[in-house]
């Protein structure tokens, strides 16, 4: 069976060619042209076409250090199919390091866009109808909030068999039940009937070793599930079973004051253990963080100064 015809931003493209696309939606207020590249890769054998994105928010540079390892790696030259690559959606909030577009406005929150709408509802638009219309599987690549580390975790609907076997087969340290909210780009991948895996790690402004690799390795194995990875690749079994999540809870700090985790991102703890402190700047007071409950830690606040009611931990309390 031959290829099926796939056009992306009005480029017929080809089985067996290699393409650079340019995502042309608006210039600087200097006139100054803005490149997005899409890097386009498709074999001479039919297959499924699948899409990896970051940086939908500026300031989550490790979603884009995956996507760019995928590329400079020859990860994205499939063995069947096309893949699509878009490392920097929100070039604008990226060239600031901010998590916006200059209009304010996260795009995360404003798909499936409007085509003469804001400036970042008009990059929703064009990514949907000239895109994400040609694409049979996504997976989207974010990273945590400014000072508050992520650990490598697939992010995903509930009541979806086939969403859970790919969380599975992805390969991250934990899969997290979390609802597709309304004008997200998962949520338009959704009603689109496109999959999407959502993968969030690390925090932004800060590239980490241990969640590139995380990324890498799951887009390596989805692309094996799919049949579509080089035979140059190895790919090899996560270590350990993905923990899948149906709840967790934030702990947040009781005091005000200079704050130290003492436990691991991934780690499981029990119920009371110290995984933390909180001092004052004169060496006068010093507060144990006691876990408030069993469960693995998702999550860490890195911020050396919290304030009381901050958010320090998120631990697991419920799984599937």
């Known amino acids: 069976m031959p290829a099926k015809p796939i056009t992306i931003l009005g480029t017929r493209i080809l089985p067996g060619k290699s393409y650079e696309l340019n995502f042309d ?3 600087l207020h200097t006139t100054s042209t803005i490149d997005v590249p ?28 995956i996507v760019r390892q995928i590329i400079a790696k020859g990860i994205n030259k499939p063995k069947c199919g096309t893949i699509i690559c878009i490392p920097v959606i929100n070039i604008f909030g990226f060239i600031n390091m901010k998590r916006e577009f200059p209009d304010g406005r996260d795009l995360n929150r404003v798909f499936p866009g409007i085509k003469r709408g804001s400036l970042a509802s008009r990059v929703a638009y064009k990514l949907v109808n000239e895109v994400v219309t040609q694409v049979d599987f996504a997976i ?6 400014s000072g508050r ?17 790919w969380a599975k087969s992805f390969g991250a340290p934990f899969v997290l039940y ?4 309304k004008k997200s780009f998962r949520n338009t991948c959704y009603k689109l009937g496109v999959p999407m895996l959502l993968f969030e790690g690390g925090k932004s402004y800060h590239i980490d070793a241990t969640v590139t690799n995380t990324g ?17 690749f190895k790919v090899s079994a996560p270590k350990k079973d993905c923990v899948f999540i149906t709840q967790s809870k934030w702990q947040r700090a009781n005091y005000s004051g200079m704050f130290k985790a003492s436990v691991a991102i991934n780690s499981r703890v ?9 001092t004052d700047p004169y060496g006068k007071f010093n507060h144990f963080v006691k876990a408030a409950h069993t469960g693995y830690v998702i999550n ?21």
């Open 25 to 27: 939606v608006a210039k």
């Open 38 to 65: 899409i890097i386009v890769e498709r074999s001479k054998k039919p297959g499924p076409t699948i899409l990896f994105t970051a940086g939908i928010h500026g300031d989550e540079v490790n979603g884009v250090e």
């Open 140 to 145: 989207d690549f974010h990273t945590g909030g």
């Open 149 to 165: 580390f992520n650990a490598p975790q697939i992010r995903i609907a509930k009541n979806n068999p086939k969403l859970d076997a």
């Open 178 to 181: 979390s609802k597709n909210l």
């Open 216 to 232: 890498v390795n799951g887009a390596k194995r989805i692309l094996h599930h799919f049949g579509m990875l080089n035979s140059k």
């Open 270 to 278: 029990e119920k009371d253990d110290i995984i933390g402190n909180i």
């Open 300 to 320: 860490v606040n890195e911020s050396p100064i919290v304030y009381q009611g901050d958010a320090l931990f998120n631990i697991t309390t419920a799984l599937k």
